[in-house]
């Protein structure tokens, strides 16, 4: 493969991410095929060495993926770092997605159930006064502000717990993603 096909399917497997980190990858896989070329090394050499360019894409943009989730901790970079890292291999997302879609639905549905309890005992933390509950206007008081803090606190845990699973997706994907040996490096070295 030459420098150009290589490049070339690199940007297309990079479209997507942020120009300037594009930019920056492109350059890097450049200087590693000037340098293999200045060692005597042909452009097909370098490509083999370098490997597959389409996986190496799904490799940064994972990597890329990860680093933003560990940079921002927000909603949308979890989401990609997800997605970039489903995109390492077709074996993985038969395996992954489904386990990851039924955390995902028991985490939504426990997050609607405390959401609820909250403002159901708001609701019984106004209304309780003006009502005849059991154990008078003082026992719906102490119990809507129960139910109120409960649900905040399991809202907590379910946070700690969240931030936990995308810490292990992180980790899965670095697992998963492995070092580039420097086009330099003869491939019978080890």
């Given at each position: ?92 997302i ?6 990851l879609m ?29 009502t ?24 907590a ?26 086009a ?7």
């Open positions: 493969m030459t420098r150009q096909a290589f490049l070339a399917r690199l940007r297309e497997g990079l479209a997507g991410l942020p120009a300037h980190v594009i930019t920056d990858i492109v350059a890097d896989y450049e200087t590693h095929f000037a340098d293999g070329v200045a060692a005597g090394r042909t452009e097909a050499e370098v490509a083999a060495a370098l490997g597959d360019p389409s996986r190496l894409a799904r490799e940064l943009r994972a990597e890329h993926g990860m680093k933003r989730w560990e940079e921002q901790r927000s909603p949308s970079a979890a989401g990609g770092a997800i997605f970039a890292l489903l995109g390492l291999g077709a074996i993985d038969i395996f992954l997605l489904p386990l039924g955390v995902l639905g028991a985490i939504f549905g426990i997050g609607i159930a405390v959401i609820a309890v909250f403002f159901a005992g708001g609701v019984v933390f106004a209304a309780g006064p003006f005849d509950p059991p154990g008078g206007p003082v026992a719906a008081l102490l119990a809507g502000i129960g139910m109120m803090s409960g649900a905040a606190s399991v809202g845990l379910l946070t700690i717990v969240v931030i936990g699973l995308m810490n292990a997706l992180v980790w899965y994907g670095r697992l998963h993603y492995r070092l580039l040996k420097p330099l490096e003869p491939q019978g070295a080890a």
